[in-house]
């Protein structure tokens, strides 16, 4: 049982605190205490003090990418609950607490384009550059200008533009230097197309929406058609559906060099036959290929709903690995591994995990 909160100053502090509430996957034991900050100033209060005093630091936001052991977090869980969503013309500024699904609809009634395509993804607006956020043709490093963000290095708020996010990926310097970093708000160059979209880049949105790859939509029926295929997949949170009690996409799709693409076709051949190719997608960095983590998934055996256990892939999507209520961490992190395990003896093919684990990992 937690402690009743308590306020130091504006800032809600709880001790023994459960963190599984605040989590997509509903996993995880308690911190030992969890602060909830709702401005910048408290974000970084919090987080001096912490280092001031060498106690271990979580953030959460969203927290739709975390799986948090069983046991909990020895140390200080930082609840970011900033809030600020501030337009002008073109120009977007997001608080890093502010609901990344709720800015992206605020945006495209405002007859903006460049994140629509990224409808309905959950979490905060703070975390779309750690993972440089992207789905259907789009990703964020496309239209973030700036990131302001508290450097625990030195102590200073800092203001790092987009050339020096090192964004890739699935990836950026915050995301490769995880305890540097705190991210305050993310500020966004967007498109005034007419309330048209960008140009549709990925070819299931393009299919889903009877137009040619590079064709522009109405934004909002963009977006409504991300949706709609989002919510088909499990990918739009719903408490009542547990194909959504989930982070997303688990694995990464895996960027393979060249050779390793050929010994992985010749293993795909052998194992499905010499007419089968994968899904390939070259990405232009020194002949590297990225294919299809779901693809390998499913032709390695683990097929929508596989599992007899409390946690299970998700019935929609084999991506998703799902809580199907009464699941704990380490349930899960046992059919991540046998998935993984799975894939890499079918194929040579290691997944790597995408959520960020907390005192555990595979």
């Given at each position: ?82 809030q600020g969503f501030a337009l002008d013309g073109t120009r977007l500024e997001l ?167 050929e010994e992985f076709l010749g293993r795909v051949r052998d194992r499905l036959g ?89």
């Amino acid at each position: 049982m937690s402690d009743p909160p308590r306020s130091l100053g504006r800032v809600q502090e709880l001790h023994d605190a459960p963190l599984a509430p605040l989590t997509t996957f509903r996993l995880g034991g308690p911190a030992t205490r969890l602060v909830t900050a709702t401005t910048d100033d408290e974000v970084v209060a919090v987080v001096r003090e912490a280092d001031a005093t060498g106690t271990p630091l979580l953030l959460i936001g969203g927290g739709s990418n975390l799986v948090i052991g069983d046991k909990g977090f020895d140390g200080t869980a930082l609840r970011i609950a900033t809030q600020g969503f501030a337009l002008d013309g073109t120009r977007l500024e997001l608080a890093a607490g502010e609901v990344w699904s709720d800015a992206v609809a605020r945006t495209v009634e405002a007859g903006l384009a460049g994140i629509e395509c990224l409808a309905g993804i959950p979490g905060s607006a703070g975390a779309t550059p750690i993972q440089n956020v992207g789905a259907y043709g789009q990703e964020v490093s496309a239209t973030i200008t700036e990131v302001v963000a508290y450097d625990r290095r030195t102590g200073e708020t800092v203001t790092i533009p987009n050339a020096d996010c090192d964004f890739s990926y699935r990836h950026s310097r915050f995301k490769a230097d995880p305890h540097r970093f705190v991210v305050l708000r993310v500020r966004f160059a967007l498109e005034d197309a007419g309330g048209m979209s960008a140009p549709i880049k990925y070819a299931e949105t393009a299919r889903a929406l009877g137009v040619e790859p590079g064709d522009r939509v109405p934004a909002a029926t963009a977006r409504e058609t991300v949706l709609a295929l989002r919510a088909g997949k499990g990918m739009v949170l719903d408490p009542d559906d547990h194909d959504t009690w989930s982070a997303g996409s688990f694995f990464t799709n895996p960027i393979l060099e060249r050779e390793q693409y050929e010994e992985f076709l010749g293993r795909v051949r052998d194992r499905l036959g010499p007419d089968v190719t994968p899904p390939a997608f070259p990405t232009g960095d020194h002949g590297r290929v990225k294919t299809s983590a779901a693809w390998l998934i499913d032709k390695a055996g683990f097929t929508k709903g596989y599992g007899s256990g409390p946690a299970r892939i998700s019935t929609k999507h084999t991506l998703a690995l799902t809580n199907r209520g009464e699941a704990t961490t380490e349930d899960l992190l046992a059919l991540a591994r046998e998935v993984v395990a799975g894939v890499r003896d079918a194929f040579g093919v290691t997944l790597v995990n995408e959520p960020v684990t907390v005192g555990v990992s595979l």
